[in-house]
């Protein structure tokens, strides 16, 4: 078998994500945490990158099937190919729920990017439009972190339209979205907000599932990215709170 090498902690990675958050303050910016642990971050890169170089470029490395514990308290399903076994290379920091995290939070995000795209055409107000197209706009660009992530650990990236074959916490059953699609005007504002709360309670007990399983989430990347999912929809959700009371 060949070797097998497993790039951890591309800075360009975290130099993009620390980019991307302040190019969408909308609801945080001091808290979120891959901006203030930006250095650290950056350092334990180039030191996993030196082990690296240093290592014997003769060692082979031999993959290990992963069929771990699912992540914990998590009920879902997904196609995709997401239920197959999860290959780790040996060596590897990551864990099969991380993969898991990962691709699920994609079509987790997927979802959220549908019901932000509907706010224009039913007639949202302007506040519920602004905040529809940061939801757009922020989690695409987290989607292709979590693509780039999964590729350059061997893993299967699903795309945007993975929502529609999976069911994860706070996702819209295909009722609700029907009832969403049909809304129009302040009905819509309701009905958005009520369920992108939903939704977004939903990302935060992925969040806590990951890190309740045994040895995942201790990746620097997976780790980064599932605090600051913590911390944006957390704001996020009490944001959405007070717009729906002002309704």
């Known amino acids: 078998m060949p070797s097998v090498r497993v790039e951890h902690n591309s800075p360009s990675t975290w130099l993009r994500r620390a980019v991307h958050c302040r190019s969408f303050p909308c609801v945080h910016t001091s808290t979120t945490l891959p901006v203030r642990y930006l250095p650290s971050v950056l350092l334990f890169a180039v030191l996993v990158a030196g082990c690296s170089a240093k290592s014997d470029p003769n060692a082979q490395q031999t993959a290990t099937t992963d069929t771990a514990m699912p992540m914990a308290g998590m009920d879902h399903t997904m ?40 706010a224009a055409a039913n007639g949202a107000n302007p506040r519920l439009l602004r905040f529809a197209l ?52 302040p009905e819509f504002d309701r009905k958005f907000l009520t369920m992108m709360i939903q939704h977004h309670e939903g990302a935060l007990t992925m969040v806590a599932d990951l890190f309740a399983t045994p040895l995942a989430g201790q990746e620097v990347d997976v780790s980064v990215f599932a605090n600051d999912v913590q911390t944006v929809q957390t704001a996020e959700i009490a944001l959405m709170q007070q717009m729906l009371a002002d309704l």
Request: charged share 15%; hydrophobic share 45%; no cysteine.
């Open 79 to 118: 196609d995709h190919g997401m239920n197959a076994p999860v290959t780790i290379p040996k060596g590897a920091i990551f864990t099969a729920a991380d993969v898991h995290f990962m691709q699920g939070m994609i079509g987790h995000h997927g979802q959220a990017i549908y019901m932000s795209r509907l």
């Open 134 to 185: 940061k939801i757009d706009q922020s989690q695409r660009a987290e989607i292709t972190l979590m693509q780039e992530w999964l590729v350059a650990n061997q893993q299967m990236a699903p795309d945007t339209n993975a929502y529609k074959t999976m069911s994860m916490p706070g996702m819209l059953t295909a009722a609700q979205l029907k009832e969403l699609e049909a809304a129009r005007g």
